[in-house]
């Protein structure tokens, strides 16, 4: 499992950024089984990853355009730890960490 992600010229200062900072906090929302956290360091990161996003929804390789049920259109994006973005490796290792420290609490 990653513990840190170099980020490279991508983020402000070369920072190493912790994939699962020290006290973040794990919830289930509204009651349910869905978890949710938030991250204190998301302007680090995101408008480079908004930037990556918006790239790679437009690469077929990576990303899959449908009619959502309400017959919006929607991207489904794939393999983020192959986009070569260090904000997507990231965010996706963050992901990876959610369910596992759920079950440890």
């Known amino acids: 499992m990653i513990s840190e992600v170099k980020a490279g010229n991508s983020l402000p ?11 973040q906090v794990i919830s289930n929302w509204a009651g349910t089984d ?9 302007d680090a990161y995101a408008p480079m990853l ?8 437009e690469d077929p390789r990576l990303s899959h ?4 049920e309400n017959g919006q259109d929607a991207i489904k994006a794939y393999d983020l730890e192959k986009w070569g973005s260090p904000e997507a490796t990231l965010i996706n290792a963050r992901a990876d960490n959610v369910s ?3 079950q440890r609490r």
């Open 34 to 42: 869905v978890l949710v956290t938030r991250y204190d360091d998301h």
């Open 100 to 102: 596992p420290r759920h």
């Open 13 to 23: 200062g070369n920072q190493q950024i912790p994939v699962w900072p020290e006290h």
């Open 50 to 57: 908004r930037e990556t996003i918006l790239q790679r929804a």
């Open 65 to 68: 355009h449908f009619d959502d």
